[in-house]
């Protein structure tokens, strides 16, 4: 039925969908021109408006609320754009001194550190790329995909490695400890692991308001464990630090 209502060579002007849910298509439909939704309550209203009823001249005014403001989105774009940049400039800065004129003075963690701005850039850059596209209506479905596939796949590989940079780094990787045992090795596993399967669901879940609201509680759950888990290990390297310099200390000879 769908296949005819949207063939172009039909006469229908207008396809509603009766429905108290949202619903979503895997393909883009550009005929008929007006494709909407409408309640349960609405539609069986306008239902008898959709075909002759003997004589009589119907008609009927319907508004129709377009979900994205593309007009707001359109201008938060340049600001993605210019954010990007910058985070980019920073970044090939950073670079070029870790790895060209202070590359004898830097410590891995700092070259590390390299990869959070460009990460960074990436992500806001595809976003403002994503906020410039409004209302998402092409013939072709494909650059669409790829888009929410370069989004997915930042955001996903960014945040996972993020968090388990600093679950790392509250532990005292490159500072108090210099080797990753088996137990912590699996541990930084179990924090990646965790991060993208959340971030998988969250992005899965996005055309389902019920189910994303139940992920995104789950997802600032896993946020407020992984928050209190790192404070007490940074509070542990802290104390231990604390207890290396007083215990150097006193070693120090009074000539000194």
Same mark, same amino acid.
């Given at each position: ?30 005929? #008929? /021109? ?10 069986? $209203?306008?239902? #008898? ?6 004589? /009589?001249?119907?008609?009927? /005014? ?70 410039? /596209? ?29 968090? $388990? ?87 120090? #000879? $009074?000539?000194?």
């Amino acid at each position: 039925m769908i296949k005819n209502a949207t063939n172009a060579t039909n006469r229908i002007s207008g396809l509603i969908f009766i429905s108290d849910q949202d619903i979503t298509s895997k393909s883009r439909y550009m005929n #008929p /021109k007006l494709i909407s939704i409408a309640s349960r309550t609405d539609g069986l $209203a306008m239902k #008898p408006f959709s075909y002759e009823l003997g004589s /009589k001249n119907l008609s009927f /005014k319907m508004n129709h609320r377009f979900v994205e403001n593309c007009y707001v989105l359109y201008g938060l774009a340049p600001t993605f754009f210019f954010t990007s940049t910058i985070l980019f400039i920073t970044s090939a800065i950073w670079i070029s001194f870790v790895y060209g004129f202070r590359k004898n003075s830097s410590f891995p963690i700092q070259k590390i550190l390299t990869i959070i701005p460009v990460l960074k850039g990436i992500e806001v850059m595809l976003y403002g790329l994503d906020y410039q /596209k409004c209302p998402w209506v092409w013939e072709d479905i494909a650059p669409e995909a790829y888009l929410k596939m370069g989004k997915v796949t930042s955001v996903t590989f960014s945040y996972t490695f993020l968090h $388990a940079f600093l679950y790392m780094l509250c532990r005292g990787w490159s500072l108090t400890i210099h080797t990753v045992d088996r137990n912590q090795a699996t541990n930084v596993t179990m924090v990646m692991g965790l991060i993208y399967l959340m971030y998988s669901a969250y992005f899965l879940s996005i055309d389902f308001s019920g189910m994303m609201e139940f992920v995104n509680i789950v997802l600032a759950f896993v946020y407020l464990i992984l928050g209190i888990i790192n404070f007490q290990s940074l509070t542990k390297q802290i104390y231990l630090v604390r207890q290396f310099l007083l215990n150097a200390d006193e070693t120090i #000879p $009074a000539a000194f």
